[in-house]
């Protein structure tokens, strides 16, 4: 009993990821297509402004988080594994706040000692 | 998913199931190959890099007084005589997309075991990123062409082309040593290496499917750059 036990907890360890059906794959498929259109559509219609932006961002998120969560399987990961690799991101958000910072003091430095010609 | 155990340790679900699993003093990634896992922590480092360029991108875009190029005129292609703005970014994008689908397919018929369709889908995803690639060279040979240098072009902000041969050459080499390994792998899948166990290179790990996982997540780690380069690169 204890034997076949430890047979099958082994062969679950063996098995990997199990396979998903083939249908979530074809519709993440088809929504990738479909956002990569609407995204190019922004531009084609010449949205401007943070309409623009907004839209952008929007269809971005949502393609980069379905790559994530469906084709790199993450939907389906412990979150030990999720964590770890999502977390870290908080850092890059936090050195885009840095440099926007530090961009608009270059640009004021440069219109106020280039182009206003300093104190 | 509570019943499922590991070498006798229960998975909890959640969060609660992360703390045991952190705290298990064991191995931490239950159930992940340990391949897997280490191919998440380069992708993740490899994340700060993209990361990295693109926000210098950001940097420079944003504190230049020069009007930055507008990118849907310059990646613009001539349809007959019409310009039809980013369509080669476009194509590009789908073709990415397409071969981020057959390969997402591929790993699932590997994991069934089904070697001939996985071989076959892996090849379809070599030939889609050897496209990718190509209409990039093309891509580069004609703003080259155009005059655009990395210290200077004719159309706006001389940053611009640092920044284009830069982000793009970045992600294009990475695509070429995708593709390079795709075919590496569709050799293996066809030649029957994950049935026979055979050992690969560099490792004693004995041949399995769980590599088809492995490439997959670095080749829509490919296709996920790109989401980002076309929304900040070009549409921006």
């Known amino acids: ?119 | 998913m509570s019943e499922q155990k590991i070498d006798g340790f229960e998975l909890k679900p959640g969060f609660k199931g992360m703390a045991s699993d952190t705290g298990s003093d064991q191995t931490m990634f239950k159930g992940v190959h340990w391949g897997k896992a280490m191919m998440w922590i380069f992708l993740l480092s490899d994340t700060f890099v993209f990361s990295c360029f693109l926000i210098s991108y950001m940097k420079g875009r944003g504190s230049t007084l020069v009007d930055w190029p507008n990118t849907s005129e310059v990646f613009s292609l001539h349809v007959g005589s019409v310009p039809v703005p980013l369509l080669l970014i476009a194509i590009m994008t789908f073709v990415l997309i397409t071969s981020s689908g057959t390969m997402a397919l591929a790993v699932k018929y590997g994991y069934e075991k089904n070697r001939k369709m996985c071989g076959w889908l892996i090849l379809a995803t070599a030939v889609g990123g050897l496209t990718f690639v190509g209409m990039q060279v093309f891509e580069w040979s004609k703003l080259i062409h155009e005059g655009v240098r990395p210290w200077g072009n004719p159309f706006g902000a001389s940053q611009f082309g640092s920044f284009f041969f830069m982000i793009t050459g970045f992600h294009g080499f990475h695509v070429s040593i995708g593709v390079i390994f795709l075919f590496i792998y569709t050799y293996k899948v066809f030649a029957g290496h994950y049935e026979s166990k055979k050992r690969g290179w560099f490792t004693k790990m004995k041949g399995d499917y769980v590599e088809i996982e492995i490439l997959g997540l670095y080749w829509h780690f490919v296709d996920l750059v790109w989401v980002f380069i076309f929304a900040f690169f070009y549409l921006w």
């Open chain 1, 1 to 119: 009993m204890d034997e076949t036990n430890k047979m099958s907890e082994t062969a679950k360890k063996e098995e990997q990821t199990s396979t998903q059906k083939i249908g979530i794959y074809l519709w993440i498929w088809l929504l990738l297509f479909v956002l990569s259109f609407f995204s190019y559509m922004v531009d084609w219609y010449q949205f401007q402004g943070m309409l623009r932006w907004s839209l952008i961002l929007f269809f971005m998120f949502l393609k980069a988080g379905l790559i994530m969560a469906f084709f790199m399987h993450l939907f389906w990961e412990r979150y030990a594994l999720v964590n770890v690799l999502l977390w870290p991101m908080t850092a890059i958000a936090c050195f885009i706040f840095l440099m926007t910072a530090e961009f608009k003091y270059t640009v004021f430095s440069r219109l106020f000692y280039f182009v206003v010609g300093g104190a």
